[in-house]
């Protein structure tokens, strides 16, 4: 069994949902128009949409305000951060308000499931090892932080090893899920293939080699009697990419001046417009600059166009596996709910 995904996790996904960077969460904020300093505590309005302090019943289980309220909590800045004013940061509350208390109903039906089959069970060596890993990583060890940290949350430690112990379950349950939904067969792979010859298309490449030489103190005669040097040999037989390992004065000289493939939008008119001229195998005459000299190489070429599905199968694999298993995580999530007893407030 592997573990689930840490709270940490949750609200990482949640920023990123709104757009943002998730290290911003930690990064500080800028007031806003409309909205109080970032220092002011804000009001996440959920008493008052959750007056009697439930958000959510599910079997036996309460969702209440505080729960949603831990996991809101560290999010809250990012949501400050990507609103230009109140009204904005309100809508945006709301809606992270509303995927918390699914995420909450939908881990409950997850565990609920788990629990349906009375044989299996999460061995208590694993409780032991995720909260020992969390007072490592949270707490730095400190065994006093850590029960502070559950009497602030009305916690005993049997409570905390239980919510522990419905992290596993969850995560071991999508985990098992996920393994099922994604086998993607040949015929799967061609007709998105086929559908989506647009999202394929690839502008022309050349994959470059170059040396460059650095200016230093010397005069633009120098450095081309240099690169004059180094085509001499080239056109002698020598390997570009072993002058390159001699010669190049950049951070690719222990790659023999291999660049990679390149697009004619990713380079300067000044390197890009001598590079295209050339065919695969094909050295261009020395570019003068103000920081040196350069000499391009193209060793190999790519016309612009759909490439064959061979060269995007494994592409296409991905997309159509995670696009599968979301169908079914869904499906299967959506079975869970309506075979459950949920009540949303």
Known sequence: MTTGPSRLALHLLLALALGG????????????AGLPPSSAPADDGLNLRFANGIAAVVESKVITVDDIRREL???LPQIRRESRNQKEFSEKLEKVQDDIVRSLVDRAVIVKE???DEKRKIPESYIDNAISEQLTTQFEGDRARFLAYLKSRGFTLRDYRKEVEEDIIYGYMRGQQRKSANIVSPAKVEEYYAANQTKFFQEEQIHLRLIQLN???LSDEQLLAKADEILAKFKSGAKFADLAKDYTQ???KAKGGDWGWQKRGDLKAEFSDPLFTLQAGQVSAPIVQKEGVYILFAEERKAAGVPP?????EQIETVLSQQM???AQEKWIERLRRNAYVRLY
Do not use: H, M, S
């Not at 960077?21 to 806003?32: D, V």
């Open 21 to 32: 960077p998730a290290l911003a969460i930690a990064q500080p904020l800028a007031p806003k």
């Open 73 to 75: 909590a560290p999010i």
């Open 114 to 116: 788990f629990r349906k």
């Open 215 to 217: 200016r230093a103190e």
């Open 250 to 252: 950049d951070a690719r």
């Open 309 to 313: 599905i061979g060269e995007v199968r």
């Open 325 to 327: 298993t979301r169908e």
